[in-house]
């Protein structure tokens, strides 16, 4: 049984709302590719891979006992934690007029580069803090504000390293109408499985000579991925062959 198959029967108005996010926000997803046509896949096909992988890495004793309000977390933040590198003109024009843009924009134009690759390399460093906005307008009203606020902080810690912190991180939280989530546990998963997702499903090898891959360093990250055996998990050890970095 799917995690959305279990949020359908703990909750089915939960699991319309994560349904209704995904078909909202797969254009979105879908644009990555034209910010960064030569990276591996960050489309819907790489959330819905996720979904399994979250569900593999998980013993199903503790999946049991995982809330409806966990499982519609660990969702939704799977579906956007890497929509900030999509093109949502309102982050674009927000991010270009801070200091810290312009600052990494005048070292661009500097060295004779274009505007697009500074923005390119700046949203590759910051996409991940983009997902608390990202959330909030795509969850806003349908769901409680402190469940916006940590689906939020879950999908935009695949990029840090502060879970650790229980200032900041503390083990179970209040999300309203007595429902509790797990950020620190529903944050590992996500960063986990993003990790092993590292296979040829995200490189295929005709995609390749397709998109015109010119940059080295992009074209050594397909290569890797497409010479990994994907992850197998026996006596609860999760074993991952590949090459890279």
Not at 100 to 111: D, I, M, S, T, V
């Amino acid at each position: 049984m799917s995690y959305r198959d279990i949020l359908k029967k703990q909750d089915a108005p939960l699991y319309d709302i994560f349904m209704e996010l995904t078909e909202d926000i797969s254009d979105l997803l879908q644009s990555i590719e034209q910010l960064f046509p030569e990276y591996t896949r960050h489309d819907p096909s790489h959330s819905l891979k996720l979904e399994s992988v979250a569900l593999d890495i998980v013993k199903p004793d503790i999946v049991d006992h995982l809330e409806a309000v966990d499982i519609f977390s660990l969702l939704c933040s799977l579906w956007l934690h890497d929509a900030g590198m999509g093109v949502l003109a309102e982050i674009e024009q927000a991010e270009k007029a801070k200091p810290a843009f312009q600052e990494k924009l005048a070292g661009f134009l500097r060295l004779g580069q274009k505007e697009r690759e500074c923005w390119r390399q700046y949203v590759r460093e910051h996409h991940h803090e983009f997902c608390p906005h990202i959330t909030e307008k795509y969850l806003s009203g349908k769901i409680k504000p402190p469940l916006i606020h940590w689906i939020g902080q879950i999908g935009q810690s695949h990029g840090e390293s502060t879970i650790h912190d229980r200032r900041n991180w503390p083990k179970v939280v209040a999300v309203g109408d007595n429902a509790h989530i797990k950020p620190p546990f529903l944050a590992v998963i996500i960063r986990l499985s993003d990790i092993l997702h590292f296979n040829s499903d995200r490189a295929p090898e005709y995609l390749v000579e397709h998109r015109h891959i010119d940059n080295i360093v992009s074209l050594s990250h397909w290569r890797s991925h497409q010479v990994v055996s994907d992850y197998t998990i026996v006596d609860d050890i999760c074993c991952f062959d590949g090459v890279t970095k």
